[in-house]
């Protein structure tokens, strides 16, 4: 089942307000986003500004850098584009990493806080809410929590 860009924020939300609870415990208070787009993966426009706009409204200033994997020729064209309308502190916090190595991702993230699936060791799986869609089954609610 699809999910609205809406519904998507309000997960992303939530999802960041428990990765901050368990930050605050450990003094810290901002946090890095991973935007994992596989090779194939249609760009949502609307979906990720939503996104980005819930979580700036929800919690201001607590983005430290959003690392996009992985990134082609045409993303970093785009990307080279776009920047100039982009606040400056804004362009700072991305990063847009080529190529389909996820070890790339440890020169930003130690390895004990990152995830198996991005070659660390930290076991978090994400929140069913912003899991890939899977089609529904008899039953399932069509807005997973």
């Not at 208070?29 to 939503?50: A, C, N, Q, S, V």
């Not at 994400?126 to 807005?143: E, H």
Request: overall charge positive.
């Amino acid at each position: 089942a699809e999910r609205t860009p809406e519904e998507v924020a309000v997960a992303a939300a939530a999802a960041a307000g428990e990765a901050l609870a368990v930050l605050r415990r450990q003094g810290l208070h901002k946090f890095t986003l991973i935007i994992h787009l596989p090779r194939g993966t249609e760009m949502d426009w609307r979906m990720g500004k939503e996104v980005l706009r819930t979580l700036q409204r929800n919690y201001p200033e607590r983005l430290y850098r959003a690392l996009i994997f992985p990134c082609g020729f045409w993303t970093q064209v785009a990307w080279n584009v776009l920047k100039v309308v982009v606040d400056v502190r804004t362009r700072q916090k991305l990063q847009f990493l080529n190529g389909n190595d996820p070890e790339s991702f440890q020169e930003w993230i130690a390895p004990e806080q990152l995830p198996r699936q991005f070659g660390g060791e930290d076991p978090m799986t994400l929140p069913k809410a912003l899991r890939p869609p899977t089609s529904p089954r008899p039953g399932d609610s069509q807005v997973p929590l």
